[in-house]
């Protein structure tokens, strides 16, 4: 069964900075892109970003670029977005899911974790 | 960025009735629009990609058509557990985007 377990989220200051990670288990990490969307309370879903196999291609919102960092590690089936200068405005519950397809296709969510509270506060 | 328009935003209707909720897209997307399901505090599940293939272990009262710019999830006999927000989503272009949400309650 896939499995995807976030950790991370945090009270956090404007400005400062945290890593979100997500274990994937269930499947074999390396052959998906993995990606991350977020959830503001009481809102919508927000598209974060998203990354290919091997880490070759990563692909960012407007509100993410310049900011967050997504990477992976296949050794440790790990996730991680690196959140630098964060905003009030980036609070939210981040989840991780695995992307099913690929670029020509669309990455498609079809696993998700049950997501992780990051919130921004002085 | 393309904008992803979602109607009604809420329903209420009875068990047994027919659901259809509505997509439009702000741009042509070809096929690249999928559905999910949230339930309260939980996280989406995929429902429909493709804008009408069925998601492994969906129940088969779901089901999705469109292209281009308009697209639609039925729900043919609403049981009480399809109390959920169904969402909309296009993985046509950088960056992807959701519709907003349609909350659906089963009187």
């Known amino acids: 069964e896939e499995h995807l377990l976030e950790s991370g989220g945090t009270l956090i200051q404007p400005g400062g900075s945290l890593t979100l990670s997500c274990r994937a288990s269930?499947?074999?990490?390396?052959?998906?892109?993995m990606g991350w969307v977020r959830q503001a309370p009481g809102k919508g879903l927000e598209w974060v970003s998203t990354?290919?196999?091997?880490?070759?291609?990563?692909y960012y919102s407007d509100s993410a670029k310049g900011r967050f960092l997504i990477s992976r590690d296949s050794s440790s089936n790990t996730l991680s977005l690196q959140m630098n200068n964060v905003r009030v405005e980036d609070t939210a519950k981040y989840y991780c899911?695995?992307?099913?397809?690929?670029?020509?296709?669309?990455?498609?969510?079809?696993?998700w974790g049950l997501g992780t509270l990051v919130t921004v506060s002085s | 960025e393309i904008v992803l328009t979602q109607s009604p935003e809420f329903k209420s209707v009875a068990p047994q009735e027919k659901v259809t909720i509505t997509c439009r897209a702000s741009?042509?997307?070809?096929?690249?629009l999928h559905w999910y399901q949230q339930k309260p505090d939980q996280s989406p599940k995929l429902l429909i990609k493709?804008?009408?293939q069925s998601f492994s272990g969906v129940p088969s009262r779901f089901s999705g058509s469109g292209s281009g710019t308009h697209f639609t999830l039925t729900i043919s006999s609403l049981e009480p557990e399809d109390a959920a927000t169904y969402f909309c989503?296009?993985?046509?272009?950088?960056?992807?985007?959701f519709g907003q949400g349609t909350k659906l309650e089963i009187k």
């Open positions: 899911a695995k992307a099913s397809e690929d670029f020509w296709n669309g990455y498609i969510f079809d696993s």
């Open positions: 269930g499947f074999t990490f390396s052959t998906y892109a």
């Open positions: 990354i290919s196999t091997g880490a070759i291609n990563t």
């Open positions: 741009q042509s997307i070809s096929n690249s």
């Open positions: 493709h804008a009408s």
């Open positions: 989503h296009q993985t046509s272009t950088f960056p992807y985007t």
